[in-house]
């Protein structure tokens, strides 16, 4: 097991009066490799790393993945950039980050932004409960001095996602997943843009914490709103759609098995002319073609006929209006098949 390594550290200024920050020589960059061994393999085969070697590992783990995704992951993994990967909802992005952190061995660092999101989320927060319980203990006991040394430290600090990233300690990078970034304020973003750029983050009582290990950063976007120049321009960028009918039938048949071929080709088609319906507002992702496939094994059925479509819908529509849009007794033109 590789030993700890201290954090670099930059001083802040602080006024005369102030105490001076003082890392504790016991501060964790957290994770440690758990296994030397697995550990050598992984950055074995990080330093061999190929789009071709990439795609087969993906596929291994049954993620159907394009050229074009595969060689976007391993520019970002080669140049230690962030990936900013947009696309509609359940099309497989955050499933990207699942299966690389997998493929590495290494720890998934996962950060769900959402409306609101700030720093104290994302970085940090003091544990001030534990904190004011400490202080009352001690007070009677301490200098005010030790007592404040003693309560900003990392006993009490919470670690929240980027701050957890940052103090990683290797060797092998961990995959730090920033999901559904379209979801937080802009403000948010603008921090983000910053930490993205160094790797980096502070902590006034402690000081500044530098990665050692740059991780590698997977963030994702539905489009809710539309991402800022900024943040696209520190990101390679990588647009995820619906899946062809090929690539959606063999996605089927890796992951659910004894699938026959004409289910898998009778899902496929009606999910497919749903998506190409401009009056279905919530049109089905992969991930809900995968479902509506699991609920039909788990119920036996053989084939896509009326009463069997007219249960199952729950899987694929969302919205009650979609619903009431499709009509389960002209199903004949979504499947080819009469019911």
């Keep these: 097991m590789p030993s700890p390594t201290h954090l670099i550290y930059l001083p802040l200024h602080r006024s005369p009066s102030a105490t001076s920050p003082v890392l504790p020589s016991s501060f964790s960059r957290g994770c440690c490799y758990p296994d030397v061994v697995d550990a050598s393999k992984s950055l074995e085969f990080l330093k061999n790393l190929t789009v071709e070697s990439l795609m087969k590992a993906l596929e291994e783990r049954l993620y159907v993945a394009d050229r074009e995704l595969a060689t976007a992951l391993y520019i970002a993994i080669q140049l230690r950039k962030p990936l900013l990967i947009e696309g509609e909802p359940g099309c497989g992005k955050t499933e990207v980050a699942k299966v690389l952190a997998d493929i590495l061995g290494t720890e998934l660092i996962r950060l769900q932004c959402y409306e609101g999101l700030d720093a104290s989320d994302a970085i940090y927060e003091w544990d001030y409960p534990r904190q004011l319980l400490y202080i009352k ?125 004409s289910l898998a080709e009778q899902l496929v088609s009606f999910v497919n002319v749903l998506r190409q319906r401009p009056d279905i507002m919530k049109k089905p992702g992969i991930s809900e073609t995968l479902d509506w496939a699991n609920a039909l094994m788990k119920l036996g059925a053989k084939e896509l006929n009326r009463e069997v479509l007219k249960s199952t819908l729950v899987c694929i529509v969302k919205t009650q209006d979609d619903l009431l849009r499709i009509d389960v007794d002209s199903f004949q033109s979504f499947t080819g098949r009469q019911g």
Excluded: W
């Design 137 to 261: 203990m001690l007070e009677s006991r301490k200098d005010v001095s030790d007592i404040e040394h003693e309560i900003f430290s990392e006993r009490f600090l919470l670690k929240r996602p980027l701050l957890r990233a940052v103090l990683h300690e290797g060797p092998v990078p961990p995959v730090l997943l920033i999901d559904e970034v379209d979801r937080a304020d802009e403000e948010f973003e603008g921090f983000l843009l910053e930490f993205l750029a160094e790797y980096q983050v502070t902590i006034p009582e402690i000081g500044t914490i530098k990665a050692k290990v740059e991780p590698i950063t997977i963030l994702t976007s539905n489009r809710t709103r539309e991402i800022g120049d900024g943040l696209k321009r520190r990101c390679l960028y990588y647009y995820v759609t619906y899946p062809s009918k090929e690539k959606e039938m063999k996605i089927l048949k890796l992951k659910v098995k004894g699938l026959s071929e």
